[in-house]
Every structure is written in C-alpha cells, then in structure tokens.
C-alpha cells in the first residue's frame, strides 16, 4: 500500500497541555476553544471567523468560530464535503487524513467524509467514538483520544496499528497521532508508545510535550522547546538541532519529507524538502501551521491564512478561505470606492493613496506581509526637497462605528528621513491626528467614527524631503462594531 504522500496529524486538546503550550508562546491567548497540534495560540483578530487549520495531502480544512467546517483541493473522494447535512456542525476540532476529512463535535463524537475504503470514515458510537477529546486521521486509519486516556480507533490493521490496548501501554495517553500504518501516543510522562510494524522506535524518547507524525518520521517537541525527530532521513528531515534553527519552539508539523517548527516570535523554521517559509513570502506572525504533500499552510495573527509548495489541486488557494466577511456590513476599506481624492503632482511627484502592493509590495520594512490594507505613496522626485500629500475621502453615509488598522512603513526609497503628518476627518471635523517618523512606526489606531457621512483620510509632509515614502495602511477596515476603549 502506498507510503508516500501519507497525510499524518495529531490533535491535542488536553487541557494541561493546552496550558503548557499557550503559556510558553508569545502570542498566546485564551479561548475555550482547544488548541491543534500545530498551533501556537488562536487569532488575535476578534473578527476572524478562522480558528484552526489542517493540510490533507492535497486539500486543505478550516474550523470556523461557529463549528463548521470549509475545504478546498482535491475532492476526488468528497473529502471536501464537509457540510452541515453531513454532520459537520458544533465541531470543536479538525483533522485531515490523506482522503478524507475529520471533526470532533462538541458532544465528543466525531464525523468524517471522504476515503473509505478501510473504514476510516466509521467513526461511530458503537466504533467506540464516544467522550472523544481528541482525533488524528492518516491514510488508512482514523483515531480518537478518550477522555479515560484510552483510545478509539477505526479502518485498516494491515500492521497492526489498531493494537492500541492498556497492555499494549496504550494507557494514561494525553496525545495522538497516526501514521500511514502505525498509530503514536504521548502519555502523560512525556515518553511515547507506538503500534503497527516499522512504526519508529519511541522507547528513548522523554519530556515530550506534543508529537506529529506523517510518512516515515516522527517529530517530537520538547519541554525545552527544541525538537527531536526520528525515522527515514532520506531529505534531511530528521537534522530538527538547535544549530539548524529548532531552538524556542512551540508547535511542530511532520509532512513525510520535511518538518516545520513554529518559533515563538511567530515565524517558521524547517528542514528537508525546500519550501519558501519566510516573512518575504507572508509567513510572520503565524499561530498554526499544518502540512499536507509538499505544501505547508498557515493561520496568521490576524486571522489569514498564507500557503505555499505544491498546489496541484488547488490546496494552496487559501485566499477563498480567508477573504470573508467576518462581520455582516464590516468591510476592508480597500474594497470601498473613494467618492474623492487629490494627491500633490508637482516637480514630476506621482503621490497616490490606493491599494496596498500598487507600488512597493506588501511587505513592510520588518519583513512582515499583508493581504489588506492601502498604500499612501508619498513622492518627492528629481533630487529636489519638498512637500507631498495626498488624501482619499469615503462616503459611508453613518454606517460604521469605528476604524481600524496599523501604520507602517513599507519597502521604499526614503525611510529614515521624513516627517509626514496623518490625519482623519469626519464630514470636515479632525477625529485623529498623528505625526509619522521613522521610530513612531508601526503605530495601531483605532478610531470612533460613529455617525460620520463622509470620512477622509490625508497625509502631508510636515517638512521637505527628498526621496519617495511608502505608508502602508495595513488591515485598514471600518466596523460595524463599537469602539472598544
């Protein structure tokens, strides 16, 4: 049966390790939602609708905040058929299998769609899938953590992977995950037990606090937060050291010829088969990762989504996942049409505010990547020091309550030198004023424009400089929602 390309994932939901990983992360944050392997911490953004993310072999699966569950990719077996009338509702926690595709409901049971040529998608009461707190789905198996520490598992036993009995030491597990042919379990000692001929060796393995598996490999994260992983190292993927990058880690994804670890400054580190992970490519500020077969795909901060690598069923279009309305009649203020603007045009300047990426891309001077947001290119040419500005107005006829977003400084000719002044007004009165140099920025705003008609936004150099400036207004949006103070 076939090896490679094997979709293996573990899911941890068990509190004390839920508390272990949120608090060794930066960017952790409460929420009764449980927490994936995989992942670091929830969205920030209290707008997002994406809380969770998994990677099959070639498709990709979101939880949403209200229990359903969306897909793109391969659906040659309807493992993107993940709709309420099959029972993805009140689902708490994800898991993709090579195939098909697994849910935990609220209750502890558990739904599945795609493959099921083994019985993967069996994942009944009488199954045993009941008081489920965890799932991992693999190729031919899907398995579920009982709340007792024992575990339930269905389709194929070719090696013996369903051998997962108390006297086999499958007893006290707080984690899950399943290989292509073998099923891994931590327990609440931090060493490991497996089932199923050629499983890798877990016997020497201790302070582990989450594993992950796919193909061949197994990876294991630490207490210390560095990385061990054993198995085939046909690519490399084995080398997780310290001196390769795998130091300060808080989550970790095995994907059979690669392993990717989350830092906890939000970026990405990994070894084996070469994928563009870095913040020029949009993975900054990352909360979760998963990874199918030689794809990786990521939830941001912010509640966005990025991928990269193979995209040969489309797995990687994520922005049909991310670009929603989070909230009905919130909107990007990209999206809006300005009723008017005017911008400075002398001495050969091309100032604008539009889109951002028009002009300088989307990456600020920090390395960091946005999908959102406006560009206020301020130009100032042919060597000469002067003056520019340009300003945009809105007409939003007293729909929102406030505007949000952050000031930052994209890739450009001048950033060190300028003194630029950004201002916002609401039908002519001045609602926000703040002065932009070089150390005031980032600079997050979040601005009460409730009952405003007309909303303008103007920058203007307060002193003449030399060399054009690029302003991202990044994730600018304009809310339905009551400023929060």
């Not at 019985?119 to 199954?127: D, E, L, M």
């Not at 509640?303 to 990007?332: F, M, P, R």
């Not at 889109?355 to 042919?382: F, M």
């Amino acid at each position: 049966m076939k090896k490679l390309g094997i979709r293996v994932k573990a899911i941890n939901l068990i509190i004390l390790l839920v508390f272990v990983i949120t608090s060794l992360c930066a960017f952790a944050s409460a929420s009764s939602l449980p927490i994936s392997d995989g992942q670091l911490a929830l969205p920030e953004n209290p707008n997002s609708t994406i809380v969770a993310v998994e990677a099959g072999d070639n498709h990709t699966v979101i939880l949403r905040k209200d229990g359903t569950v969306q897909a793109i990719g391969d659906n040659e077996y309807g493992q993107c058929n993940t709709t309420k009338e099959k029972g993805f509702t009140d689902i708490i926690a994800i898991s993709a299998g090579s195939n098909h595709t697994v849910g935990l409901k609220k209750d502890g049971t558990v739904v599945a769609v795609g493959r099921n040529d083994d019985g993967q998608c069996n994942t009944t009461k009488a199954n045993g899938f009941s008081n489920i707190v965890s799932i991992s789905a693999d190729y031919v198996n899907t398995i579920g953590l009982k709340k007792d520490g024992t575990l339930a598992i269905v389709g194929s036993n070719d090696n013996g992977q369903k051998n997962v009995s108390a006297k086999n030491g499958f007893s006290n597990i707080v984690s899950i995950a399943a290989g292509p042919h073998y099923t891994y379990a931590l327990k609440k000692d931090g060493t490991a037990v497996s089932a199923g001929s050629g499983a890798c060796d877990t016997s020497k393995l201790s302070d582990v606090t989450e594993i992950t598996a796919r193909g061949d490999n197994l990876a294991c994260l630490k207490n210390d937060k560095t990385v061990t992983t054993i198995g085939s190292n046909s690519n490399g993927q084995c080398d997780t050291t310290v001196q390769n990058g795998f130091k300060d880690i808080c989550a970790i994804v095995a994907s059979g010829d690669f392993v990717v670890g989350l830092k906890t400054d939000g970026t990405l580190v990994s070894r084996g088969t070469n994928i563009n992970l870095s913040k020029q490519n949009g993975f900054s500020n990352i909360v979760a990762i998963s990874a199918g077969n030689g794809f990786v795909v990521a939830l941001r901060k912010d509640g966005t989504l990025v991928a990269a690598g193979n995209n040969s069923k489309g797995q990687c279009n994520v922005s049909k996942l991310t670009i929603t309305k989070t909230i009905e009649g919130d909107k990007w203020l990209e999206s809006i049409t300005p009723s008017a603007s005017a911008r400075y045009t002398g001495n050969a300047g091309d100032s604008f505010i539009k889109v951002i990426g028009t002009r300088n891309g989307k990456i600020d001077v920090g390395g960091n990547a946005y999908q959102h947001g406006l560009e206020a290119w301020i130009a100032r040419w042919n060597g000469t020091a002067e003056k520019s500005w340009a300003w945009n107005e809105y007409t939003l006829d007293s729909k929102y309550k406030s505007l949000s977003g952050k000031i930052v400084l994209l890739k450009s000719y001048n950033v060190k030198n300028f003194d630029t002044k950004f201002d916002v007004f609401g039908d002519g009165k001045l609602l926000y004023s703040t002065e932009l140099k070089p150390k005031t920025l980032p600079k997050n705003i979040n601005i009460n424009i409730s009952g405003v008609k007309k909303l303008k936004i103007y920058l203007h150099d307060l002193a003449a400089v030399q060399g054009g400036t690029s302003f991202g207004l990044a994730n600018f949006k304009v809310s339905t929602k009551t400023l929060q103070k």
